[in-house]
């Protein structure tokens, strides 16, 4: 499917076959690599937390947050609030760490495990990060053109496999511009005073569970600096993908723009097929200083699990951006089509006078999934705008709830936000559910908010068939309008990806 | 040839079931334009229905084929690909999908179907220029999502620009007069005779005679009670006009 890709109005035919692929033994990213592993002992206590950080090298005041993360984490019990349902996790029969044998540092492209770089390339994702692992200088940008991208961007990718960052690539062409890119890892012993600067500042140890707990045993993840007035020169990308046995997958995620600064960051996910859930609780931090800007995507596949709902990844992530300058702006833009059990809000802090808070959000439920997702925008500076585009799509038997806080501090004089939240329809059982919080402090805050939900409709489906479309083709072409207000921030790279995977989630939906 | 042979047909399931089509027989030659007229509730849009495929009818006896393919086998995409194209009464609306992609996606998956080349984007958006000039339709409309927002009149244009661009081997035009004001009726009038080949067959469906004024049918049929009661020339329209249905019946329709 990688490689037939093409950017075309509408559908895209190699998108269409690529449909053909829904049942979850076809899950298209559903293998194991056979790799050497290392593994912590199973497990969760301070003596698993100490080689975890023993393992990254890591100084001693980090080896200490983690173990005040730990000692917090043992008190707070898992929140129950949302819309979900699962199995109780027993954090103690978990892995928190694996990592290919060899180690986490390669000294070149080439000392990369051949399995490895074919897990990625089997991974078949728009970005080729086959190619661009393989260090072809160029590689993204020859694929973009490919396709007939007009505007064609260079990409750089850090790949997460399970817990390791395993390459940055273009890391010296960042390097020119002084952006800061590397594996969280590496930059706790490169640049520990900017880590420890930021790290827990937008999302405290104490903040909930499963951040907490991330906070004290994540194993890896990115670390992205932009100097002030700098507009980093390519599009950052990190893939994740969970390739042990029953290890929680905890990423930490610090992304921080200076004064002036622009970052685009990608974060694409996918799994490999399991029948254990596998646990993923990440946490995402994003600081942009004044009249700094983040926009951050997100595409997500990890496996939803089998047709009777059994097996796949549990997501309970935190994510959330502070934008702590005036004039700042942060926006966030995901696409959900993975997972058994989505749990996430990316959320804005607006902080600082005159920022802006976006959220553009595709979460597609099928079969035996649930999603409660949403966001939260804090307004607490003068002037401070936000806008949310909810799209949420239910198939099968699934369940999708946004659930979603605005909320209008005393001194966010003149606020304003706009929510839309559409809902989609398809088949009878599956539920859609739209839970909007406001709190306003303001009389003269401007808070709109509009909701839709509809059903895909046998009169719109005919239509399109008499026209000669068939009838997963129609669905798709009938979703992709639905979404097509969000799919548009998504940088084209991901784009193509994003709609290539609402066809696959939606294989099988209708008839 | 379009060839309906004593087709009858069922709406509903069970003892809800209602017989709408009732042993309907008619042949429309590729080359000719036919016209069925027929007061409300005579089957006049189930037998387009009925036709393109469309969910919801049981064929309970009869058969309809097109240059000999039996059509009543195929799903409605199969029927397309085929070249059966339905101008629908009542367009529907597809947020968010614009003219332009949809018609694109639609004429591509059609020549897929049939083993064909697809159309290439300069000549896809060429030839869409051409059409919406012959319409008067205005290029902004062709950004605009399907049908959204988009007056009767508009709707209809739609169709017939859909048409156009398709070239379909035959076409049913249902009520394709109705919310039309005089002027675009002769646009779209214009634009379906334009159309009018020795290898493409149309079926003109209309309450109205005034649309018959722009578009002259070779024959007109007109049906009743789920058959066709009586078949004749242009007059029989004029004639339907002057003296009603009921006049043509001999009894209250």
Same mark, same amino acid.
């Given at each position: 499917?990688?490689?037939?890709?093409?950017?075309?109005?509408?559908?895209?035919?190699?998108?269409?076959?690529?449909?053909?692929?829904?049942?979850?033994?076809?899950?298209?990213?559903?293998?194991?690599?056979?790799?050497?592993?290392?593994?912590?002992?199973?497990?969760?206590?301070?003596?698993?937390?100490?080689?975890?950080?023993?393992?990254?090298?890591?100084?001693?005041?980090?080896?200490?947050?983690?173990?005040?993360?730990?000692?917090?984490?043992?008190?707070?019990?898992?929140?129950?609030?949302?819309?979900?349902?699962?199995?109780?996790?027993?954090?103690?029969?978990?892995?928190?760490?694996?990592?290919?044998?060899?180690?986490?540092?390669?000294?070149?492209?080439?000392?990369?495990?051949?399995?490895?770089?074919?897990?990625?390339?089997?991974?078949?994702?728009?970005?080729?990060?086959?190619?661009?692992?393989?260090?072809?200088?160029?590689?993204?940008?020859?694929?973009?053109?490919?396709?007939?991208?007009?505007?064609?961007?260079?990409?750089?990718?850090?790949?997460?496999?399970?817990?390791?960052?395993?390459?940055?690539?273009?890391?010296?062409?960042?390097?020119?511009?002084?952006?800061?890119?590397?594996?969280?890892?590496?930059?706790?012993?490169?640049?520990?005073?900017?880590?420890?600067?930021?790290?827990?500042?937008?999302?405290?140890?104490?903040?909930?569970?499963?951040?907490?707990?991330?906070?004290?045993?994540?194993?890896?993840?990115?670390?992205?600096?932009?100097?002030?007035?700098?507009?980093?020169?390519?599009?950052?990308?990190?893939?994740?993908? /969970?390739?042990? $046995? #029953?290890?929680?997958?905890?990423?930490?995620?610090?992304? &921080? %723009?200076?004064?002036? @600064?622009?970052?685009? *960051?990608?974060?694409?996910?996918?799994?490999? /097929?399991?029948? $254990? #859930?596998?646990?993923?609780?990440?946490?995402?931090?994003? &600081? %942009?200083?004044?009249? @700094?800007?983040?926009? *951050?995507?997100?595409?997500?596949?990890?496996?939803?699990?089998? $047709? #009777?709902?059994?097996?796949?990844?549990?997501?309970?992530?935190?994510?959330?951006?502070?934008?702590?300058?005036?004039?700042?702006?942060?926006?966030?833009?995901?696409?959900?089509?993975?997972?058994?059990?989505?749990?996430?809000?990316?959320?804005?802090?607006?902080?600082?006078?005159?920022?802006?808070?976006?959220?553009?959000?595709?979460?597609?439920?099928?079969?035996?999934?649930?999603?409660?997702?949403?966001?939260?925008?804090?307004?607490?500076?003068?002037?401070?705008?936000?806008?949310?585009?909810?799209?949420?799509?239910?198939?099968?038997?699934?369940?999708?709830?946004?659930?979603?806080?605005?909320?209008?501090?005393?001194?966010?004089?003149?606020?304003?936000?706009?929510?839309?939240?559409?809902?989609?329809?398809?088949?009878?059982?599956?539920?859609?559910?739209?839970?909007?919080?406001?709190?306003?402090?303001?009389?003269?805050?401007?808070?709109?908010?509009?909701?839709?939900?509809?059903?895909?409709?046998?009169?719109?489906?005919?239509?399109?068939?008499?026209?000669?479309?068939?009838?997963?083709?129609?669905?798709?072409?009938?979703?992709?309008?639905?979404?097509?207000?969000?799919?548009?921030?998504?940088?084209?790279?991901?784009?193509?990806?994003?709609?290539?995977?609402?066809?696959?989630?939606?294989?099988?939906?209708?008839? | 040839?379009?060839?309906?042979?004593?087709?009858?047909?069922?709406?509903?399931?069970?003892?809800?079931?209602?017989?709408?089509?009732?042993?309907?027989?008619?042949?429309?030659?590729?080359?000719?334009?036919?016209?069925?007229?027929?007061?409300?509730?005579?089957?006049?849009?189930?037998?387009?229905?009925?036709?393109?495929?469309?969910?919801?009818?049981?064929?309970?006896?009869?058969?309809?084929?097109?240059?000999?393919?039996?059509?009543?086998?195929?799903?409605?995409?199969?029927?397309?690909?085929?070249?059966?194209?339905?101008?629908?009464?009542?367009?529907?609306?597809?947020?968010?999908?614009?003219?332009?992609?949809?018609?694109?996606?639609?004429?591509?998956?059609?020549?897929?179907?049939?083993?064909?080349?697809?159309?290439?984007?300069?000549?896809?958006?060429?030839?869409?220029?051409?059409?919406?000039?012959?319409?008067?339709?205005?290029?902004?409309?062709?950004?605009?999502?399907?049908?959204?927002?988009?007056?009767?009149?508009?709707?209809?244009?739609?169709?017939?620009?859909?048409?156009?661009?398709?070239?379909?081997?035959?076409?049913?035009?249902?009520?394709?007069?109705?919310?039309?004001?005089?002027?675009?009726?002769?646009?779209?009038?214009?634009?379906?005779?334009?159309?009018?080949?020795?290898?493409?067959?149309?079926?003109?469906?209309?309450?109205?005679?005034?649309?018959?004024?722009?578009?002259?049918?070779?024959?007109?049929?007109?049906?009743?009670?789920?058959?066709?009661?009586?078949?004749?020339?242009?007059?029989?329209?004029?004639?339907?006009?002057?003296?009603?249905?009921?006049?043509?019946?001999?009894?209250?329709?």
């Amino acid at each position: 499917m990688a490689d037939d890709v093409k950017v075309k109005e509408g559908i895209d035919a190699g998108t269409v076959a690529a449909a053909k692929a829904l049942q979850s033994e076809n899950y298209s990213a559903g293998f194991q690599t056979d790799i050497e592993t290392e593994y912590a002992p199973k497990g969760l206590n301070e003596e698993v937390i100490a080689f975890i950080s023993d393992k990254k090298g890591e100084p001693s005041w980090m080896l200490d947050w983690r173990l005040k993360a730990f000692e917090r984490w043992k008190t707070m019990t898992e929140p129950g609030w949302a819309k979900v349902q699962y199995e109780q996790i027993d954090y103690q029969d978990l892995y928190y760490y694996a990592a290919p044998k060899r180690g986490a540092k390669y000294e070149s492209i080439d000392d990369v495990p051949k399995e490895i770089l074919d897990t990625y390339e089997k991974l078949g994702i728009p970005l080729r990060e086959a190619e661009v692992l393989l260090g072809v200088e160029g590689a993204a940008e020859t694929a973009a053109e490919a396709r007939g991208g007009a505007t064609s961007s260079k990409v750089a990718v850090d790949a997460v496999f399970d817990s390791v960052s395993v390459a940055t690539t273009f890391r010296k062409e960042l390097e020119k511009a002084g952006v800061i890119f590397m594996s969280i890892s590496e930059a706790l012993r490169e640049h520990p005073e900017l880590v420890k600067k930021y790290l827990g500042s937008v999302v405290p140890q104490s903040d909930n569970f499963f951040a907490t707990l991330n906070s004290a045993v994540f194993s890896d993840g990115t670390f992205v600096y932009v100097p002030e007035g700098v507009r980093c020169p390519m599009e950052l990308s990190t893939y994740f993908r /969970m390739n042990a $046995e #029953n290890t929680g997958q905890f990423e930490r995620t610090l992304i &921080v %723009a200076d004064k002036g @600064a622009y970052v685009s *960051y990608l974060e694409g996910c996918t799994a490999p /097929m399991r029948d $254990e #859930n596998q646990l993923h609780a990440a946490v995402v931090e994003l &600081v %942009a200083l004044e009249d @700094a800007e983040i926009k *951050y995507s997100t595409v997500q596949n990890w496996w939803p699990g089998d $047709e #009777n709902g059994k097996g796949g990844i549990y997501n309970f992530v935190t994510k959330r951006g502070d934008c702590r300058g005036a004039r700042s702006k942060i926006s966030w833009t995901q696409v959900e089509t993975g997972s058994a059990v989505t749990w996430k809000y990316p959320s804005c802090i607006l902080r600082g006078d005159d920022s802006t808070g976006e959220f553009y959000s595709i979460a597609v439920t099928n079969g035996h999934q649930m999603a409660d997702t949403g966001t939260k925008m804090i307004h607490l500076g003068k002037r401070t705008r936000s806008r949310i585009i909810s799209k949420g799509i239910s198939a099968g038997r699934s369940d999708n709830t946004y659930r979603g806080l605005v909320s209008v501090n005393k001194n966010a004089e003149k606020a304003r936000n706009f929510t839309q939240c559409d809902s989609l329809l398809i088949g009878g059982d599956c539920g859609a559910h739209t839970v909007p919080y406001v709190e306003n402090r303001r009389a003269d805050a401007q808070l709109e908010h509009e909701a839709t939900t509809t059903k895909l409709s046998d009169d719109q489906l005919f239509y399109a068939r008499q026209r000669g479309l068939g009838e997963e083709e129609a669905v798709a072409l009938l979703v992709n309008g639905f979404v097509r207000d969000v799919m548009q921030k998504l940088p084209m790279e991901f784009a193509v990806e994003a709609q290539n995977l609402l066809e696959v989630s939606l294989e099988g939906s209708v008839g | 040839m379009l060839q309906l042979n004593d087709l009858s047909a069922r709406v509903g399931e069970g003892d809800e079931a209602k017989s709408i089509l009732d042993g309907l027989s008619l042949e429309v030659p590729l080359g000719e334009v036919h016209a069925i007229m027929g007061p409300n509730g005579a089957g006049k849009s189930t037998l387009a229905y009925l036709l393109t495929g469309r969910d919801g009818y049981e064929v309970s006896d009869g058969t309809a084929t097109l240059e000999g393919d039996d059509l009543l086998d195929m799903e409605p995409e199969e029927r397309a690909a085929k070249g059966v194209f339905l101008s629908f009464q009542y367009p529907v609306e597809i947020p968010g999908v614009p003219v332009m992609t949809f018609v694109r996606a639609a004429m591509n998956a059609q020549r897929k179907a049939r083993g064909e080349e697809e159309i290439s984007a300069p000549e896809f958006i060429k030839k869409a220029r051409e059409v919406s000039a012959k319409l008067k339709i205005d290029s902004e409309m062709l950004k605009r999502p399907v049908n959204v927002g988009f007056s009767g009149g508009e709707k209809k244009r739609l169709e017939i620009f859909q048409m156009m661009m398709i070239e379909p081997r035959f076409a049913i035009l249902d009520e394709t007069d109705s919310g039309l004001d005089i002027d675009a009726l002769k646009t779209v009038s214009d634009g379906v005779n334009a159309l009018r080949s020795p290898d493409r067959g149309m079926l003109v469906i209309t309450h109205y005679q005034r649309l018959l004024d722009h578009i002259r049918p070779d024959k007109v049929h007109v049906l009743a009670k789920g058959r066709i009661i009586k078949t004749g020339g242009p007059e029989l329209a004029q004639q339907l006009e002057r003296e009603g249905y009921d006049g043509i019946l001999g009894e209250p329709a």
